[in-house]
Structures are given as C-alpha cells and as structure tokens.
C-alpha cells in the first residue's frame, strides 16, 4: 500500500528552483512528523529538511537559506521549495513520515542541478 507519493523532481540549472511534492494518506500525515531525505550517488542517505506537526521545523547545514519545508493540512501534502540550486544538490529525494517505532518512504524523486 503506498502511503507516500511524491513528484516535482527533475532537472534544473544551477541558481535555479524547483519544489517537490510529497502527498500522504490522511492517518500518515496526522500522526507523524514529516521530512526530505537525500541521497547523492556514493554517499549517505541524509536528512534535508523537516517538520512537525505543531510546525517546528529542522534543516541539514548545507541547505539553510535556500530549501524551505512546508505542509499543507487541507491537502495531506508536504513541500520543499529549493531555490538557488547547486550541483552538489543533486540527488535522490526521498519523503519521509516518522513517529518514535515508525518509519515510512516515498519512492524517491531524482533532482539534477547541472552547470
């Protein structure tokens, strides 16, 4: 059963945006904090950006300033804005629903910020 779809990924020139998009089921999304993961080629999978449900929010030190973190209540659905993108932003962006015992994913979403 998927519970996490995501979209928006793609690619973009370096200094440019993108948002992605990641929508939940109704029980996922009121139930657990919500991230972005990612993971670039040869690397660890790290956290990005995230946000609770009382909308406290967290960031990896590489992406303060320029990604933003988001949640849309009416919609089940979380965002990230990236603006001012650069190549070492290229990864695989990952969803991520969490709450203390679990852990749910989305599929994944290729970003790629070329020069």
């Known amino acids: 059963q998927v519970q996490l779809v995501e979209s928006g990924g793609g690619l973009v020139q370096a200094w440019g945006s993108l948002r992605l998009s990641c929508a939940a089921s109704?029980?996922?999304?009121?139930?657990?904090?919500m991230a972005w993961y990612r993971q670039a080629p040869g690397k660890q999978r790290e956290l990005v950006a995230l946000i609770t449900n009382d909308d406290k929010t967290r960031y990896g030190d590489s992406v303060k300033g320029r990604l933003t973190i988001s949640r849309d209540n009416d919609k089940n659905t979380v965002y990230l804005q990236m603006n001012s993108l650069n190549p070492e932003d290229t990864a695989v962006y990952y969803c991520?629903?969490?709450?203390?015992?679990?852990?749910?994913w989305g599929q994944g979403s290729q970003v790629t910020v070329s020069t």
């Open positions: 991520n629903a969490t709450r203390p015992g679990r852990n749910y």
């Open positions: 109704v029980f996922i999304f009121k139930t657990n904090a």
